[in-house]
């Protein structure tokens, strides 16, 4: 796979709320590895907003498996994780292998089985499709100046130049409030 190739991703969506979870289930997909920083969450949300839990509880209450990856530190990345309840792994030095193959090891799938959300092309889409994986790229929740952006913004482009963005508002808000209000109901018995 030429590097071109392995930095594209079969999808591109506007949030994680815009991943069509039907068709990633139908296409049998049955572990879903994320990244953190700016793909759950802005790179300095130290916890999970409501809203991103209930889509959580959602994902895993539709039969998915979760576990994210990120490169962030031990800290940064168990503290957000396990007040979830959710399987993670830190330091990860994506894109390279071995972080992803424990991750295959926690959700009990095989490559084929597995899909991977980020928000960068050359660590979470280079390693996901390198792993053969199913890659969806996000779009960053908070994008932070850095020396260098222009030129990652301009690639970006170039690389996803016929990737449609997908902005279509699926039916999972409505899933996702629906969770939202069993557990707020469930809260008051
Ligand atoms: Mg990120």
């Known amino acids: ?90 330091k990860a030095r994506k894109p390279r292998r071995a972080a992803f193959v424990r991750a295959l090891q926690k959700l009990r799938t095989n490559a084929g089985e597995t899909c991977m959300v980020g928000d960068q092309l050359f660590t979470d889409i280079l390693g996901g499709n390198r792993m053969g994986f199913y890659t969806i790229l996000v779009r960053p929740v908070h994008v932070r100046e850095f020396s260098g952006t222009r030129a990652i913004r301009l690639l970006e482009r170039i690389v996803l130049r016929d990737v449609p963005l997908q902005t279509a508002e699926e039916y999972f808000h409505y899933a996702i409030a629906e969770t939202a209000n069993r557990r707020r109901g469930e809260a008051h018995e």
């Open 1 to 90: 796979m030429s590097l071109f190739a392995s930095l594209r991703p079969q999808e591109y969506v506007t949030s994680i709320y815009h991943i069509h979870l039907d068709r990633l289930w139908q296409a049998g997909v049955r572990g879903i590895v994320t990244d953190l920083d700016n793909t759950l969450v802005a790179w300095n949300s130290p916890v999970a907003p409501p809203k991103l839990a209930a889509w959580l509880d959602h994902v895993r209450e539709r039969g998915f498996r979760v576990c994210i990856v990120s490169n962030n530190d031990r800290l940064r990345v168990s503290s957000f994780a396990e007040p979830l309840g959710i399987e993670s792994l830190h």
